[in-house]
């Protein structure tokens, strides 16, 4: 008597192990995929905290000096060839406050109130350059900063940048002794 096999309907050996490491392929590069971006993500997001917080100083600053009555230090400014450089600027606001913008430690401040939020960023540098060619033209105030993230983690990904993000702006007082 001869016997006979009836092929089942099922899958072989070798045609489940093709197929799980098909899968396998496929999950690893959505894997990577999905890694990636969120590394990208979370760089992009450091940088602008950085960016909101230097352009945020800046602006508060400019305005603020922009608009200054009088211009307490650094004074007397000196020439474009030798101007006067501090870490602090002090200046009569028109309501006739004083503010004093200073560098201390990792942040800039407004009359001890910091411009940014130093859980996020700090100020690696920052000086207020004075200049006034001849004493009837309006003193020009120079602001620089630089600003990085405060604290990184582990991976690279959690740096936003390896130096400081350069802030630079010029601003005339245009109400001086108003």
Excluded: H, W
Aim: glycine content about 6%; overall charge positive.
């Amino acid at each position: 008597m001869t016997r006979t096999y009836k092929k089942s309907g099922g899958f072989t050996l070798v045609e489940l192990l093709a197929v799980i490491v098909v899968f396998m392929v496929i999950g690893t590069i959505i894997m990577s995929i999905l890694v990636t971006s969120l590394r990208t993500s979370s760089k992009t997001n450091l940088l602008s905290s950085v960016r909101a917080n230097g352009n945020y100083a800046i602006s508060e600053m400019s305005k603020l000096i922009r608009n200054a009555r009088v211009l307490q230090s650094p004074f007397p400014c000196g020439t474009n060839d030798n101007p006067t450089t501090t870490t602090s600027a002090t200046i009569t606001t028109p309501d006739n406050l004083l503010v004093t913008f200073a560098c201390t430690g990792t942040t800039v401040a407004s009359n001890g109130a910091s411009l940014i939020d130093t859980n996020a960023v700090k100020v690696t540098s920052c000086q207020f350059t004075c200049t006034q060619q001849n004493p009837t033209d309006y003193p020009v105030i120079k602001i620089q900063l630089g600003i990085a993230q405060a604290t990184g983690g582990n991976f690279f990904e959690n740096f936003a940048s390896p130096s400081a993000i350069p802030f630079e702006t010029s601003v005339v007082l245009r109400n001086l002794n108003r």
